[in-house]
Nanobody
Framework: EVQLVESGGGLVQAGGSLRLSCAASGFTFDDYAIGWFRQAPGKEREGASCISSSDGRTYYADSVKGRFTISSDNAKNTVYLQMNSLKPEDTAVYYC?????????????WGQGIQVTVSS
C-alpha cells in the first residue's frame, strides 16, 4: 500500500519555524521526486518546493525561496521541509506528493495534508 504521511505542522507565530516531514512507503522512493504543495482557504493549490530523490536537485517557488529548505533522507524514505521566517501568508494545508520528476506536473501519490497556521 502506497502511503505518504505528513507530520510536523501546527501553529507558530510570524517569524518562527516549523519542520514538516513526509514519510513515504509502498513504492520505490529513489524513482520519484517528492514535492510539497500548499493550499490556503479560497486559493488554488500551489507548489512550494520539490526534490528529486535520485540526484537531490531541488526547486522552490519564489514565494518561499530563501526561507524554506527541502531535504531528503533516502535511508528513511522521508523528505523534510524546513520552514523559517514564517509569514501569515504561509498559512495553508501542506501536502506532499510523489511524482516522476519535479518538472513533470503529474503526481501519482498524495498525502492527506497537514495544517500550518502562522499567526501575526
Amino acid at each position: 500500500e502506497v502511503q505518504l504521511v505528513e507530520s510536523g505542522g501546527g501553529l507558530v507565530q510570524a517569524g518562527g519555524s516549523l519542520r514538516l516531514s513526509c514519510a513515504a512507503s509502498g513504492f520505490t522512493f529513489d524513482d520519484y521526486a517528492i514535492g510539497w504543495f500548499r493550499q490556503a482557504p479560497g486559493k488554488e493549490r500551489e507548489g512550494a518546493s520539490c526534490i528529486s530523490s535520485s540526484d537531490g536537485r531541488t526547486y522552490y517557488a519564489d514565494s518561499v525561496k530563501g526561507r524554506f529548505t527541502i531535504s531528503s533522507d533516502n535511508a528513511k524514505n522521508t523528505v523534510y521541509l524546513q520552514m523559517n521566517s514564517l509569514k501569515p501568508e504561509d498559512t495553508a494545508v501542506y501536502y506532499c506528493a510523489a511524482g516522476k520528476g519535479c518538472l513533470d506536473p503529474r503526481y501519482d501519490y498524495w498525502g492527506q495534508g497537514i495544517q500550518v497556521t502562522v499567526s501575526s
